[in-house]
């Protein structure tokens, strides 16, 4: 890989691709700009914790539910 030569691992004869996921619902933590001071909307973030819990909530009666289905199918 010396002497100018490059090797690219990537191989361009491949055309699938994969589509992006949707944004909804995409929390960003810790972003930091160089003097840029973020102003923190307080019902907005009380509504971001509600849909958060209401998400683990849900996420978790699903897998409640596909483990009592996979028992029950041994």
Do not use: C
């Not at 191989?11 to 949707?22: K, N, V």
């Amino acid at each position: 890989m010396g002497n100018g030569s490059q090797r690219y691992l990537i191989d361009s004869s491949i055309t699938d691709t994969i589509q992006p996921m949707e944004a909804n619902g995409l929390i960003l933590m810790n972003v930091k700009y160089p003097g840029i001071k973020w102003n923190i909307d307080s019902h907005a973030r009380s509504r971001a914790l509600e849909e958060i819990h209401e998400l683990f909530v849900s996420r978790e009666t699903d897998a409640r539910m596909l483990e009592e289905i996979e028992r029950r199918m041994q």
